[in-house]
């Protein structure tokens, strides 16, 4: 019956999710043109991949707190 | 009518034919007693994994969202790209609270998130302000649905003038309602399928084809106007237009899973853990919808709307034409057919969850509650598919009678009011420690506080916030749903001490868990 402590561990990692928020609100961070992507300004690649980011993040939250 | 695309006209038609039939037929699928309102306004909680993955899909990037994003991206540039922020938000959002909701609504048979409140507080006045809260926003929604499609019908050729005009407008409701009534919520589970499914086809074909047409993505940029590319610094003592696209994306974040329709969905999952799941897979929806944002910036790059023969749809739906008029201009009619299928589709899909959610939550929280409470569980299920009705043709009538300008500042007002259910909703799943009463006086204030900024910044999303000389300029919805959680917590000692009963909760801690 060790279930709280193995509980209260797997909470750690749902702080992982606050690194999507973070990104996305810190908007000076990608308000800019350069580097750009096959010809995409930074401001849009760079949103799309925290897309991609956000759900491999939350992908990674999932297994480790799935029993 | 003398410009119709018959090409376009009769794909448009086979498809609306096909998933008419897949809207009626869907009665049979995964069998259920239809006369049980958990069957018919959820589709029995059964659906798994995949089929929640189509439903939400098609619940939240609905017909209004793939016109109306390409049209800020063409008219306003960058800041339309405040819907990938927000739409990233949303799962982590969704995958920490809403396992929850599922758990305790599997647990009690709640069948709307007022339903959740009103057994979590015992206070029926609490549960009726969520429902109104609800309902409220839930209306103008579904009427902008109708102005997806309308658009998408104009892009075939089919403009007509007064209500010979409407005709298809009417046709594609009549559809929508039977199949509603009939089918209940396994009709758009089905039809999403269909619909993601082309839309997936039409979304990554429109951004390889297009850039390749344009020469590139350095050249289609290279022609947008500086001013549009990025969101201007702010200088000064303010936040300006940064503060400006964090608060959208946040506020447009926390209010969207409040949303009845999207609580439908959810609640219509067969476990806690395809919420989960969901959460992760989801976000490919927003990629796409990000992509698509893109067609704006090609309209201004291959100048379409210079175009003679895109001049009389973009006098006529102004911005709103830029998603369909980038698909005629590159793509064969066939494949515009898909294409403007694939938004048609988009808008019924919706436009039933939204209606099946409003009529769950009349039926349950307004007549049960205070109407007839001892209502038979068959008579339950007649109420809501009646209200089903009620709700689309007020819908339909809204469009086809008011100016479209009313629609949107109404939808505009819909989010303001439907955060301040956040508190109580959202909160409540994870604590009882705030006082009902409290709760119910923070909704208040913050939707008269929320209703007064939109109207005074003559229906804009943002409000510009004085606070010791700095500006900052912000979503409305956000600002005043941090007013309504301080109202809340600060009257919860105060009224607590005043009660004599002790709060009253029909729930358990354990409910919550899987």
């Known amino acids: 019956m060790d279930e709280g402590p193995r509980k209260s561990r797997q909470r750690w990692w749902y702080l992982l999710l606050l690194v999507q928020f973070v990104l996305c609100l810190w908007v000076p961070l990608y308000n800019k043109l350069e580097p750009s992507f096959i010809g995409l300004p930074f401001f849009y690649w760079f949103q799309l991949l925290l897309v991609l980011i956000g759900a491999a993040l939350t992908a990674i939250v999932y297994f480790a707190t799935e029993k | ?514």
């Not at chain 2, 309102?37 to 619940?59: A, K, N």
């Not at chain 2, 808008?347 to 001892?374: C, D, K, Q, W």
């Not at chain 2, 629609?407 to 301040?420: D, F, K, N, S």
């Open chain 2, 1 to 514: 009518m003398q410009n119709v695309n018959w090409t376009i006209l009769i794909i448009f038609i086979a498809l609306f034919g096909f998933i008419t039939w897949l809207g009626f037929i869907s009665a049979r699928w995964r069998k259920g007693d239809l006369e049980l309102l958990s069957e018919w306004g959820l589709g029995g909680r059964r659906f798994g994994t995949v089929v929640t993955w189509f439903l939400i899909g098609g619940d939240i990037y609905t017909a209004y969202t793939f016109i109306a994003v390409p049209a800020l991206a063409y008219g306003a540039g960058a800041v339309a790209f405040f819907a990938v922020p927000y739409t990233i938000m949303i799962y982590p959002i969704l995958f920490v609270v809403f396992p929850r909701m599922w758990q305790v609504c599997h647990r009690h048979g709640y069948i709307t998130a007022a339903d959740f409140v009103r057994g979590r507080y015992g206070n029926r006045w609490l549960a009726l302000a969520i429902t109104l809260s609800g309902i409220v926003a839930t209306m103008p929604y579904i009427a902008l649905q109708l102005v997806g499609l309308q658009v998408v019908i104009g892009g075939i050729g089919i403009y007509g003038e007064g209500w010979v005009g409407d005709i298809p407008l009417i046709i594609a409701f009549v559809i929508l309602a039977a199949f509603t009534y009939t089918s209940g919520l396994r009709a758009p589970a089905a039809i999403a399928i269909v619909k993601d499914v082309l839309i997936y086809l039409t979304a990554f074909a429109a951004v390889i084809v297009i850039p390749i047409e344009l020469g590139g993505f350095g050249k289609i940029f290279a022609a947008v106007p500086a001013t549009k590319l990025l969101l201007a610094a702010p200088k000064g003592a303010t936040t300006g237009a940064y503060g400006a696209y964090a608060t959208l994306a946040l506020g447009s974040a926390m209010a969207l899973f409040l949303y009845p329709h999207s609580m439908t969905s959810i609640l219509s999952a067969s476990s806690g853990h395809a919420v989960r799941r969901n959460s992760a897979m989801l976000p490919l929806y927003s990629l796409m919808l990000g992509l698509l944002t893109l067609l704006g910036f090609f309209v201004i790059a291959a100048g379409i709307d210079k175009l003679p023969e895109f001049a009389e749809g973009f006098a006529r739906y102004k911005a709103s034409f830029a998603a369909p008029a980038i698909l005629l201009w590159a793509f064969p009619s066939w494949f515009v057919g898909i294409g403007f299928a694939a938004i048609g589709i988009g808008a019924l899909v919706p436009a039933a969850i939204m209606s099946i959610a409003a009529a769950n939550l009349y039926t349950r929280n307004i007549h049960r509650e205070f109407i007839n409470p001892g209502i038979a569980a068959k008579d339950e299920a007649q109420i809501a598919k009646w209200v089903s009705l009620i709700v689309k043709a007020g819908a339909l009538i809204f469009i086809l009678f008011l100016p479209l300008q009313y629609a949107i500042q109404l939808q505009l007002l819909g989010g303001i009011w439907i955060i301040q259910t956040f508190p109580a909703v959202v909160c409540g799943l994870f604590t009882r420690k705030l006082n009902d009463w409290a709760l119910l006086l923070g909704w208040l204030a913050g939707t008269v506080a929320g209703t007064w900024m939109a109207a005074v910044m003559n229906f804009s999303a943002t409000y510009p916030l004085v606070i010791g000389g700095w500006t900052f300029p912000g979503y409305a919805a956000l600002y005043t749903i941090v007013l309504n959680l301080a109202v809340a917590v600060i009257l919860t000692p105060i009224l607590n001490a005043l009660s004599s009963t002790p709060p009253a909760d029909e729930t358990l801690a354990t409910d919550y868990q899987a």
